[in-house]
């Protein structure tokens, strides 16, 4: 595989799959300026905050930090500024539906790099309660357990 067609991670969300239930997942260009590309390259990235809203029929992505370039000048970028996420029109529409219910939120799970582009993988999500948190930690438990008792017989054979 060549080294243009490998996905590599840049920033993840964790609080994404942890707090929501996703509904949907899209995958989105985003649009950057030369500085902010850099900066990613060296690994200064983070969605950990960052959430996404659909305005005059363009999803825009805001709060998502691309800290500063180091070697920039006078024309850098601004680290919190609000950017524009590349997606088709139906897309977009889709996106705006699925917004416009209430309790339903727009984030990033992930920016990565695919083909040489930076890419964010874009999720529809509902907000989960503390209720369903700690459902999800006791399965998760549960089947570690099943786990841990499964190599064990088997390793007792």
Do not use: C
């Given at each position: 595989?060549?080294?243009?067609?490998q996905?590599?991670?840049?920033a993840?969300?964790?609080k994404?799959?942890?707090?929501y239930?996703?509904i949907?997942?899209f995958?989105?260009?985003?649009?950057?300026r030369?500085?902010?590309?850099?900066?990613?390259?060296?690994?200064?990235?983070?969605?950990?905050?960052?959430?996404?809203?659909?305005?005059?029929?363009?999803?825009?992505l805001?709060?998502?930090?691309?800290?500063?370039?180091?070697?920039?000048?006078w024309?850098?970028?601004e680290?919190r500024?609000?950017?524009?996420?590349?997606l088709?029109?139906?897309e977009?529409?889709?996106?705006?539906?699925?917004?416009?219910?209430?309790?339903?939120?727009?984030f990033?799970?992930?920016?990565?790099?695919?083909?040489?582009?930076?890419?964010?993988?874009?999720?529809?999500?509902?907000?989960k309660?503390?209720y369903?948190?700690r459902e999800?930690i006791?399965?998760r438990?549960?089947?570690?357990?099943?786990?841990?008792?499964?190599?064990?017989?088997?390793?007792?054979?």
């Amino acid at each position: 595989m060549s080294k243009k067609n490998q996905v590599a991670d840049i920033a993840g969300n964790p609080k994404g799959r942890r707090d929501y239930h996703i509904i949907e997942l899209f995958e989105a260009g985003i649009a950057l300026r030369g500085t902010e590309v850099k900066s990613l390259r060296a690994g200064r990235g983070e969605i950990r905050d960052a959430f996404a809203r659909v305005e005059n029929n363009e999803v825009w992505l805001y709060n998502a930090y691309i800290e500063e370039y180091s070697f920039g000048n006078w024309v850098n970028h601004e680290p919190r500024a609000k950017r524009k996420l590349l997606l088709n029109k139906s897309e977009i529409r889709k996106l705006f539906g699925l917004a416009a219910i209430k309790g339903h939120a727009l984030f990033p799970l992930s920016m990565y790099w695919k083909n040489g582009k930076v890419k964010v993988k874009l999720a529809v999500g509902k907000g989960k309660i503390q209720y369903d948190k700690r459902e999800d930690i006791k399965r998760r438990d549960a089947d570690r357990e099943l786990k841990r008792a499964m190599m064990q017989r088997f390793k007792g054979k």
